[in-house]
DNA sequence: GAGTGGTCTAGACCACTTG
DNA sequence: AAGTGGTCTAGACCACTCG
């Protein structure tokens, strides 16, 4: 309802997924299409713009600009999608077990993550996940108390991020992830189901907020059957 | 040379990293830069629209810029980058050999990954990647062979990119990457040095040029101690 | 209220593709 | 030559932060 050239995006976005502008089609020009919104050009190749940076077009100098072919499935849209990600666009929503909610003084490991001064208080927050009977994600959270003043069981069960974001506020801004495999600790072999696996894939996330702020470090451990990434990227020139 | 928002950005990439603009630290306001590059604000915050979608610098409304903190060495720059990215930006050049290099007709797996129709040619080759004395890195690579006409065994032990992108002409546009986890295949046991691994991770890469038209599929297969990927990703709002 | 980044405009010139 | 996307401009108004 704000950004003109966001509402273009969206609206464009609609007509993409419904098949108004087929794949491996060409869209309307950029003068046409100012002149069907009523804006201008520049406004016009904002929302383009994003259409491209997110995968759904693909712009050609002198051409146009044509929809791209996208596996609804297999590539959802734009960026780094993790398993619980994909998962959840299925309708296959996991099981969440909280195993650990509460306020402690940050050790070595966790003041280093989070670059933390002695003693800063941080909440951890320990659940897996389970889908069908089985608990194939471990996902360790830690956020910067200071931020975050409290986190319920009830809040770790549901969503956090939807907490973070619409109740108290906190705007998101970016991520840096690595993705490394290792082989399982001791704690994931007592709260995951490894029964014949050697190895857990391990994604470490560090996030960010608006003032460019790191508050949250999370570890999500997976088995390995159970973990999948998919990405979009396009080539820098 | 060419875009003014592209040299802008390149010369302020060049200022953080020599910290001429330290981190933590706000860069000049977009007017002043405007001033300074004797250029418009539009053109000014091309080239900051791109320091912050490389992880370089958060814009905070009212407030003006900040330089985000990067540890150089985990995560080099945006995107998504693999372990051999990682490894060659620290100066480990692993030894390639060249295992196959030929054209073939594609078979059923390869025809259903390029979108093929029956019986057309792809080039193969299988290379793999060694560091310390140790094959770690399976790359099967397959390129439809209508747009790629030859490629030497040279080529593919040097760079197959430079070669296209250089030698071709051909601008690669984006790909779409998987990452997923399996056991090892009778090829990879014989390729790679895998005694005491269980699992190899699997990146499958679907790479498409400029006019949206795929024309590779590669499979790069790493023994899941020398795997790793680091990604920088901004948050949709 | 002054300064910051965010959006939007109307117009210009360019390089590229195609008939 | 006409149409396309790519770049650039000079100016406008807005929402936000901070003293």
Request: glycine content about 2%.
């Amino acid at each position: 309802m704000r950004n003109k050239y966001v509402m273009i995006y969206q609206e464009m976005v609609q007509k993409i997924e419904k098949e108004t502008f087929k794949a491996n089609e060409f869209l309307p020009s950029e003068n046409e299409l100012a002149e069907q919104y009523q804006t201008s050009r520049e406004t016009i190749r904002k929302a383009l713009n994003l259409l491209a940076q997110n995968g759904y077009i693909q712009k050609i100098r002198g051409k146009g600009s044509t929809v791209i072919e996208r596996n609804k499935f297999d590539f959802p849209v734009s960026g780094l999608v993790s398993f619980k990600e994909l998962a959840d666009k299925m309708g296959e929503r996991p099981i969440t077990t909280v195993h650990q909610c509460a306020k402690i003084s940050a050790n070595d490991f966790i003041q280093h993550q989070l670059k933390l001064k002695n003693n800063q208080e941080v909440w951890e927050i320990i659940r897996t996940r389970s889908f069908s009977e089985q608990r194939v994600i471990l996902d360790k959270d830690y956020l910067i108390a200071n931020t975050v003043q409290h986190i319920s069981r009830d809040i770790a069960e549901t969503s956090i991020y939807d907490y973070l974001e619409n109740q108290l506020g906190l705007i998101i801004s970016f991520a840096k992830k690595e993705i490394i495999v290792e082989e399982p600790t001791e704690e994931d072999r007592a709260l995951l189901d490894l029964e014949g696996f050697y190895n857990v894939v391990v994604i470490k996330n560090y996030v960010y907020l608006d003032d460019a702020t790191l508050f949250q470090y999370t570890e999500s451990r997976h088995r390995p059957d159970k973990f999948r990434f998919v990405d979009f990227a396009r080539r820098e020139h």
